[in-house]
């Protein structure tokens, strides 16, 4: 299909790890992206992974690419209240078209 | 540095209207793409420009057009507003002609009634 698929819901306990997952389409992206949104806020770029890595690590923020697969994984450590919000995959299909799947709703609990 | 401004935030509209969004990029930056965000559809891309040339273009009726100008000041219209362009119109902006960052504003949200 053309959908970049990712999970809709994801609760977890604060201080534990989430992980949020994407699937995406197509093979010749160059780049792929997660995206963070608060309520009534746009987007925010967390962190971009380029199709040729396999890991990328930014504080927190670990980002797991397989290829063959076609999946993206977001990995949060340690993960906080403030980090509830709606999490975005987004692929590059060329040129500056970003395409993004319907977001996971990330519900930190104290 | 400023991030990626849009104007105005709310925007209250009855079908049969046209409305005028604005965004200003972060300075330096030359592309800023549109995005129309609803509950139903997701994101969804509108358009894209640099240097005041539209590169791609999205799925969407003849009624959304853009344009940018000189200082990378972007606008996109609507015309003839119908109940289902209720969303939050979001723009983005990057450095260069290569997409890898691209910051997005806050949003304008648009109602229809």
């Known amino acids: 299909g053309e959908d970049v698929e990712q999970s809709l819901f994801l609760s977890v306990r604060e201080g534990d790890s989430s992980v949020i997952n994407c699937t995406y389409t197509d093979s010749s992206s160059t780049y792929l992206y997660w995206y963070k949104q608060e309520p009534g806020a746009g987007l925010q770029l967390l962190t971009y992974?380029?199709?040729?890595?396999d890991m990328k690590q930014d504080q927190r923020l670990t980002v797991l690419l397989n290829k063959k697969d076609k999946h993206l994984s977001l990995r949060i450590a340690d993960t906080q209240t403030g980090d509830s919000a709606i999490y975005f995959c987004?692929?590059?299909?060329?040129?500056?078209?970003?395409?993004f799947g319907k977001g996971t709703m990330l519900l930190v609990s104290p | 540095k400023a991030g990626v401004t849009q104007t105005p935030r709310y925007l209250i509209k009855t079908r049969g209207q046209q409305v005028t969004l604005s965004c200003s990029p972060i300075?330096?930056?030359?592309?800023v793409s549109w995005y129309q965000q609803t509950p139903g559809q997701g994101l969804q891309f509108l358009f894209e420009?640099?240097?005041?040339?539209?590169?791609n273009k999205g799925n969407f009726p003849g009624r959304f057009s853009g344009r940018q100008f000189s200082n990378s000041r972007s606008e996109m219209n609507v015309s003839t507003l119908e109940l289902g362009d209720s969303a939050l119109y979001l723009c983005?902006?990057?450095?260069?002609?290569?997409?890898?960052?691209?910051?997005f504003g806050p949003g304008t949200r648009l109602t229809v009634l």
């Open positions: 992974i380029f199709s040729n890595m």
């Open positions: 983005a902006s990057s450095a260069g002609q290569g997409l890898i960052e691209q910051f």
């Open positions: 420009y640099f240097s005041e040339t539209q590169r």
């Open positions: 300075s330096g930056h030359r592309s």
């Open positions: 987004a692929e590059n299909r060329g040129y500056s078209t970003l395409t």
